[in-house]
């Protein structure tokens, strides 16, 4: 209280020298000149204002907190954290996006950081990512491509990544006499050995639902392994290709073998994780969190499961997923600041600790971080060698925003469906949306050059 006390009395003290200077001034001014200008320095301290979310770990919500107090009061900085959850989040940040009223420094959402790039609200990171790049190995090359524009410029930072493993039940595979998949042919055959749909019992629960990302990191995962793409290196639609048509005959013959639950077209993101915790399905795609529930909640489940790295097409083995950002903004008086911050919090000694907080639930940005103990645990390690092969959206080129709009539509997902529910041709299929990523693509050039 002393200290509050005091530092009232010196506020109010040189208020009033201000004051009296004004008052002088205006005094002796001639008639007619202009006032003097009103930005001169208080003296007070600088603040950042931080808008980060909730990542559902809160020991490691808390030491990134703390993180940010400590530099704060070590460089002579007020840092007031906003930390938010989803439902919170979102509202504030088109608030923000609407009145250009944004934060010092923020975690921004995936399907935001590149429409701030080119409406040009970010400040540039490039220097910062060069210095970081020089640490534990370097970024991954996930990370090193996420924030980054054509002219090999960087808008952000990488805080964690996120990937997904398959998850197998290897109790069903070596009753069928069968070896762990490593391919997607392999796993093609293992639904067939064990589909048992009169038990209900489905071989594969692929992740088809039109409402859900994960049915587009599955399709994707797919494509780019069987060497297709959605887009090209320069950020164009690429998806009218022999291997496109080649994925949907895949899933297609999976689909009419029966070896997919029949609901899985409505299935949203907890669709596949249902699926296999209610033991209905045999195999699915998924994050950690499936793995975090077996080991919290059933272990005579997690006893039958093996959880491996996700298999593999003729062109190596991919998985599509996301790399969480930091930015500064250009709006913000003290953007230098942000970066300092940004720079010390996540380099890779105060990451270590934000990850081991997390409990595996982050993933590193960092290649040599990937070697650490935390990671030789067997569940974790698979995580972890699957971050090597994540790439963002928009591999191989650049995650862009017409890139993320089409992602948000689910146009790839729906295009399976119009093969797998509709009973349209490829062709058709493909048609329909290579027409969609055109209109995502094009609408935003005309954005891009007014």
Not at 70 to 91: H, K, L, T
């Amino acid at each position: 209280m002393f200290c509050q006390h005091a530092g009232q009395q010196r506020r109010w003290k040189f208020v009033a020298i201000v004051l009296i200077v004004a008052l002088l001034s205006v005094a002796c001014a001639p008639v007619g000149a202009p006032g003097a200008g009103s930005g001169a320095a208080t003296g007070d301290r600088p603040k950042l204002t931080v808008w980060v979310s909730v990542t559902f770990t809160p020991d490691a919500d808390a030491y990134h907190d703390d993180l940010m107090t400590q530099w704060g009061e070590e460089n002579g900085v007020d840092i007031e954290i906003a930390r938010m959850s989803q439902d919170e989040r979102r509202p504030r940040w088109q608030t923000a996006i609407e009145t250009k009223q944004f934060p010092d420094c923020a975690a921004i959402e995936l399907n935001d950081l590149p429409k701030f790039i080119v409406s040009g609200d970010l400040v540039e990171t490039t220097a910062v990512i060069e210095r970081l790049n020089q640490q534990a190995g370097g970024l991954t090359d996930g990370a090193f491509l996420a924030g980054r524009t054509a002219d090999g410029k960087h808008w952000s930072i990488p805080s964690f990544s996120s990937t997904e493993i398959f998850y197998v039940r290897s109790d069903k595979v070596a009753e069928a006499g069968l070896e762990l998949p490593d391919t997607w042919e392999d796993t093609v055959t293992i639904a067939e050995a064990i589909n048992d749909p009169e038990d209900q019992f489905w071989g594969w629960g692929m992740q088809i639902g039109t409402p859900s990302w994960d049915s587009e990191v599955q399709f994707t995962s797919i494509l780019w392994s069987y060497g297709g793409r959605t887009w090209d290196e320069e950020g164009k639609p690429a998806i009218d290709s022999p291997e496109t048509r080649q994925v949907l005959d895949l899933i297609k013959g999976i689909w009419d073998a029966g070896l997919i639950p029949p609901d899985a077209p409505t299935w949203d993101d907890a669709g596949n994780n249902r699926a296999y915790q209610s033991e209905i399905s045999g195999m699915v795609l998924n994050t950690g969190s499936i793995l975090r529930y077996l080991q919290t909640e059933d272990e005579e489940l997690l006893e039958k499961t093996a959880a491996i790295a996700v298999p593999a097409g003729p062109e190596g083995r991919f998985i599509s997923g996301y790399y969480y950002q930091w930015g500064a903004f250009n709006t913000s008086p003290h953007a230098d600041l942000c970066l300092q911050m940004m720079e010390w919090l996540l380099s890779p000694e105060n990451l270590q600790g934000f990850y081991e907080a997390g409990g595996g639930n982050m993933l590193p940005v960092y290649k040599d971080m990937l070697a650490h103990e935390m990671w030789q645990d067997p569940y974790r390690k698979v995580l972890a060698d699957m971050v090597p092969a994540t790439r963002p959206q928009g591999y191989p080129g650049l995650t862009t925003p017409w890139v993320l709009d089409a992602w948000m539509d689910h146009t790839m997902v729906k295009m399976l469906n119009r093969v797998l529910v509709d009973g349209w041709s490829n062709d058709e299929a493909i048609a329909e949306a290579d027409a969609a990523l055109w209109k995502w693509y094009n609408d935003w050039q005309e954005t891009l050059a007014q």
